[in-house]
């Protein structure tokens, strides 16, 4: 079974459409998180979310809607993409320190 | 804000060789964590240090936790093809932190 799983692996969308990414952990941590990993492999916390509530949200364009409906699953949505937003976009949990990752969604934005 | 500067950035060695790469920070962390990521997947855990001085072996991988909470290594020894990755570290404050990452060292082996 995979801890963290992300669909989908790989997403290319046009410019200016709305697209979603799921997350989900059976691991049973409180705590779910989105990064994005740019070009230069650069890993950027976007949000938290504890146990369904949001706790951390960094300076992320509001066109970024992260989503829990329960504390196994983080989405993030995102309206109107733009070009700059194609990266791969990592989600993990951790409860006290431990973190996993899942594999990643590379999305391109053309 | 925090700020994490690993080094080097990358790094091509022959099959046999031993690795050292490393991280400092401008703040003291609580916990010093060793990720490797392989191509097309996501990070994956290595070594965990939680305790000032604390030496850990995964392996041939060996991790420390700088005495004075503001650095951390990673030494891989006897390398191997499969070594082939980007090693990110990350220091945080424990308990329900945000670790900080640094920005990977990425390293390739050459048969």
């Known amino acids: 079974d995979t801890a963290v799983s992300q669909t989908p692996k790989y997403l290319v969308t046009q410019m200016g459409n709305d697209k979603s990414i799921k997350c989900e952990q059976n691991?049973?941590?409180?705590?779910m998180y989105w990064y994005k990993q740019d070009s230069k492999k650069f890993l950027k916390i976007m949000f938290s979310?504890?146990?369904?509530?949001?706790?951390i949200n960094e300076t992320v364009p509001n066109r970024f809607s992260p989503k829990s409906p329960d504390k196994a699953h983080l989405n993030l949505h995102i309206n109107s993409l733009e070009l700059g937003d194609s990266a791969v976009y990592f989600c993990?949990?951790?409860?006290?320190?431990?973190?996993?990752f899942g594999s990643g969604t590379r999305l391109t934005v053309v | 804000g925090q700020q994490l500067n690993q080094s080097p950035q990358s790094m091509f060695i022959q099959e046999g060789e031993d690795v050292s790469m490393n991280c400092t920070s401008s703040?003291?962390?609580?916990?010093w964590l060793w990720y490797k990521q392989d191509p097309g997947e996501g990070p994956v855990l290595l070594i965990a240090l939680y305790k000032a001085g604390e030496l850990t072996s995964n392996g041939r991988l060996t991790a420390q936790f700088g005495i004075t909470r503001k650095d951390s290594f990673l030494n891989i020894s006897a390398s191997i093809p499969s070594d082939v990755g980007i090693y990110f570290c990350a220091g945080g404050e424990g308990g329900s932190y945000i670790p900080t990452f640094g920005r990977g060292t990425s390293l390739i082996v050459h048969p």
């Open positions: 703040s003291i962390f609580n916990t």
């Open positions: 979310y504890n146990n369904k509530e949001l706790i």
């Open positions: 993990a949990s951790s409860q006290d320190g431990g973190y996993t």
């Open positions: 691991l049973g941590h409180d705590t």
